[in-house]
């Protein structure tokens, strides 16, 4: 069965400084992995996907992830965390079947002090 | 060009009672899924809706029920209220013939089951 796991619930950071967020996938089939955000009162807006190929990939707002088979993870990464970063990010797998629906992990919340 | 819109914002309903959540694709989206947020967790996916029938469901009890209109706005019914129905309700549309990643979620609807 397909599952996501993000260890971290809470992470706090200064800005500036570089931020990484964990996820690892469980999904028997070459997985498709997304990374969301949501701010407060807002829907989940995609920061980068990655299906096949290059398994570092680029998203928006200045973040990337990179895909490592052999760990089952696919983490996110910022640089420079800037204050607007401040949300609450979910890693998704995507199930490739007629729906083509996605399973999230809980979230991690991100914290931004100046 | 909206993107996906969702009513009401939010609203409070009584244990037993009914609720019917409305949900209006972007322009050019012909599918439509639902996801529940409960509290500190991550969506978990309702159903999904294509051609005003209901092509998948996630683990969710009859309760739960939906339609989609031939504009291809969907509602999501809910009968018989828990209180752990309490959660954010997330909308997702895209088209069906695009890749499955471009997904657009709205904002949700907020409902407190008391």
């Known amino acids: 069965a397909q599952s996501v796991t993000q260890p971290d619930i809470h992470i706090t950071v200064s800005e500036g400084a570089s931020l990484e967020l964990r996820c690892n996938y469980s999904?028997?089939?070459?997985?498709?992995l997304f990374w969301y955000v949501q701010s407060p009162g807002q829907g989940l807006q995609l920061l980068l996907k990655?299906?096949?190929?290059?398994?570092l990939v680029q998203g928006i707002k200045g973040f990337e992830a990179e895909f490592k088979r052999s760990q089952s993870s696919f983490n996110l990464r910022k640089p420079s965390v800037h204050w607007s970063d401040a949300a609450e990010y979910f890693c998704?797998?995507?199930?490739?079947?007629?729906?083509?629906?996605?399973?999230f992990g809980t979230g991690t919340r991100l914290t931004v002090i100046p | 060009d909206a993107g996906v819109t969702q009513s009401p914002t939010h609203l409070i309903k009584t244990r037993g009672q009914q609720v019917t959540l409305r949900c209006s694709p972007k322009?050019?989206?012909?599918?439509v899924s639902w996801y529940q947020q409960a509290l500190g967790q991550g969506p978990q996916f309702i159903f999904q809706?294509?051609?005003?029938?209901?092509?998948q469901r996630g683990n969710f009890p009859d309760r739960f029920s939906g339609h989609q209109f031939p504009n291809y706005s969907s509602e999501l019914n809910v009968n018989a209220l828990l209180l752990g129905d309490s959660a954010l309700y997330l909308c997702?549309?895209?088209?069906?013939?695009?890749?499955?990643?471009?997904?657009?979620f709205g904002p949700g609807t907020r409902l407190t089951v008391t």
């Open positions: 997702a549309s895209r088209a069906e013939r695009a890749f499955f990643y471009e997904q657009y």
């Open positions: 999904y028997g089939a070459t997985p498709y």
């Open positions: 990655y299906f096949s190929g290059d398994t």
């Open positions: 998704a797998v995507g199930i490739q079947t007629g729906a083509n629906n996605l399973f």
């Open positions: 322009s050019g989206h012909d599918t």
């Open positions: 809706y294509y051609e005003e029938e209901e092509r």
